[in-house]
């Protein structure tokens, strides 16, 4: 530290570091105060300072003072230097000299995000001038719960002067450690970036010679401090739940690729299944760079499992097709032999035999199995050709035969005709003769065309199972047998109706009501019966 003399120009602090100066030093500090402008301190202020009042409360002078220091840099740069500064007669602007070391917000905050500007809460408690004191040789202490601590002296300034001097560095050490504490609180400043600024804050408080509450100003750090380790704690949950998360995705995806895996041989779809496969790896790779990084055990392990099934479906993929291609040449071979025999059977004009032949050659061609995509379309356009060129042919001489069927088609309409008159029977055995001799003629008529076949036939099956309808019916009355039942039934019938009549005589004679209606409901039933089976008998004309 430096005495002060009448001459002496420098500001000196207890480090015994000197910084020279014109003899009027807010000129040098100015230039601290501009470095500081670009914090967010200073920020808000700087669009209103050039219009702002020369006299403002000591509370607004730790950020508003700079524009009015850089105002009278130009009248108090010309003065010449005196051994002994003598009071202007006039007021003047409050000098600001240039400070030592102080923290800036831009300093606290440069490791952090960008974030919205904030403004710095004034430090609580009375002014921090009321913490100090200037000495009578002009050295300026702070009182802390210690005692007095010396923190330096500004050679030309009135004491009130260098007393706000340094009162002004606490208010800036201040709002530095508070905006810090904001932006934990507000912003998503990192635990790291946090406690980065939270080590330069500690380096400038460490070395500050200021004039403040500074338990206060140790109070807001150890805030500090503790938002930051509540920043690291939260983080590291954080950490861990994106962590969790990341596992049960990656979970999820190695359990996926283990059931596509595993599932049987025959019901696995090989290309659907592939792709999957392809897709689940990349969803992996997009994991890996855009979601929380797992521990390298965690991770080691998950990667097994999914290398592994896909391994395992991709060994199995290719056994599969290996085998496939084996059964598929074994196909081909197979199919060519088909084609073969059904390019043979195309000029054959025995045409319900080859058609019988193409239709099992096509049972043949079912079990041969499946070739390859291209092998079994090329074999298959042969084989479908070989078929359509026969029954092409055949369906064209059924045209040909239909055309001379069609004068045996009148002759059996008309024979149809003439069967029909015969309906219905009322002659059984001139019925039959008649039919005889219409089926005769039937059969000589020969063939009618295949659209008419199956109409014609109809007509003469309903002629034909008429007249036996009728056959069977007389058969069936006259039957010796039958006909000696039904009389035998009715014989029964009669004595029992005759036995009942006498029944319910004697119950009315007796008076008895119960017995007379019981008598006479069984006797209603005989009778209807007996009615009944009269009725058959006289069928047989008995």
């Given at each position: ?22 003899p009027?030093?807010?000129?040098e500090?100015?230039?601290?105060t501009?470095?500081t ?5 200073t ?10 009042a ?42 600001v000299?240039?400070?030592g ?11 952090a995000?960008?974030?919205?500007a ?7 408690g ?5 913490f ?12 802390t ?8 002296a ?23 450690a ?19 600024g ?5 380096e ?10 500074l ?8 805030e ?14 954080e ?5 969790a998360?990341a596992a049960?995705?990656r979970?999820?995806?190695?359990a996926?690729?283990?059931?596509i ?15 999957r ?5 990349e969803e992996w ?14 991770e080691?392990t998950?990667w097994?499992?999914f290398s592994?099934a896909?391994?395992?479906?991709d ?12 059964t598929?040449a074994?196909?081909k071979?197979?199919?060519q ?23 099992r050659?096509?049972?043949?061609w079912r ?15 042969r ?10 042919a ?7 035969e ?20 015969i309906l ?38 309903r ?8 056959d069977?019916?007389?058969?069936h ?25 006498e ?35 006289d069928?047989?004309?008995?």
């Amino acid at each position: 530290m430096t005495e002060q003399t009448p001459t002496d120009s420098e500001a000196t602090e207890p480090t015994g570091a000197t910084e020279a100066s014109q003899p009027s030093p807010p000129t040098e500090a100015t230039e601290q105060t501009e470095a500081t402008e670009s914090t967010e301190a200073t920020e808000q202020t700087e669009a209103t300072e050039s219009t702002e009042a020369t006299e403002q409360t000591e509370a607004t002078e730790s950020t508003e003072a700079t524009e009015q220091t850089d105002a009278t840099e130009s009248s108090e740069a010309t003065e010449p230097a005196a051994p002994a500064p003598a009071p202007a007669p006039a007021p003047v602007p409050r000098p600001v000299p240039k400070p030592g070391p102080v923290p800036s917000p831009a300093a606290v905050r440069k490791v952090a995000h960008p974030q919205p500007a904030l403004i710095p809460t004034p430090a609580p408690g009375p002014p921090a001038e009321s913490f100090g004191r200037v000495a009578e040789d002009g050295t300026v202490f702070v009182r802390t719960t210690d005692g007095e601590r010396e923190v330096g002296a500004y050679p030309g300034a009135s004491a009130e002067e260098a007393l706000h001097y340094f009162a002004r560095k606490y208010d800036e050490l201040y709002a530095s450690a508070d905006l810090l504490h904001q932006r934990l609180g507000g912003t998503d400043l990192s635990a790291k970036d946090a406690a980065d600024g939270l080590a330069k804050l500690r380096e400038h408080v460490a070395e500050a010679n200021v004039v403040g509450d500074l338990a206060a100003l140790d109070g807001k750090v150890g805030e500090i401090e503790k938002a930051v380790a509540a920043r690291r704690e939260a983080e590291a949950a954080e950490r861990t739940a994106a962590r969790a998360a990341a596992a049960t995705e990656r979970e999820r995806i190695v359990a996926e690729a283990e059931q596509i895996a595993g599932q049987p041989e025959s019901k696995i779809q090989w290309k659907t299944s592939g792709a999957r496969m392809r897709e689940l790896l990349e969803e992996w790779k997009r994991h890996q760079r855009g979601s929380a990084r797992l521990d390298r055990e965690t991770e080691g392990t998950l990667w097994q499992r999914f290398s592994s099934a896909r391994n395992s479906f991709d060994k199995a993929r290719r056994v599969h097709f290996a085998q496939l291609e084996g059964t598929q040449a074994e196909a081909k071979a197979a199919k060519q032999e088909l084609v073969k025999e059904a390019e043979a059977l195309t000029s054959s004009t025995e045409w319900g035999q080859t058609a019988g032949a193409y239709k099992r050659l096509m049972d043949r061609w079912r079990k041969a199995g499946r070739a390859s995509r291209a092998d079994d379309d090329a074999l298959w356009a042969r084989f479908k050709a070989a078929q359509d060129a026969f029954f092409t042919a055949k369906d064209a001489n059924l045209a040909k035969e239909d055309e001379e069927f069609r004068g045996n088609l009148a002759v059996k309409e008309a024979l149809l005709k003439e069967a029909e008159a015969i309906l219905p029977v009322t002659d059984l055995e001139a019925a039959k003769t008649a039919l005889r001799a219409i089926q005769d003629k039937w059969e000589a008529a020969g063939k009618v065309p295949r659209g008419d076949v199956d109409r014609m036939e109809k007509g003469m099956r309903r002629v034909e199972q008429a007249v036996r309808d009728a056959d069977e019916k007389r058969w069936h009355q006259t039957n010796p047998e039958v006909a000696a039942r039904a009389q035998s039934m009715v014989d029964q019938l009669e004595s029992s109706v005759a036995s009942l009549r006498e029944d319910l005589e004697k119950a009315q004679a007796s008076g008895n009501e119960k017995k007379v209606s019981d008598a006479r409901a069984k006797l209603e039933a005989q009778e209807q019966w007996l009615t009944q089976a009269r009725g058959n008998l006289d069928e047989f004309g008995g």
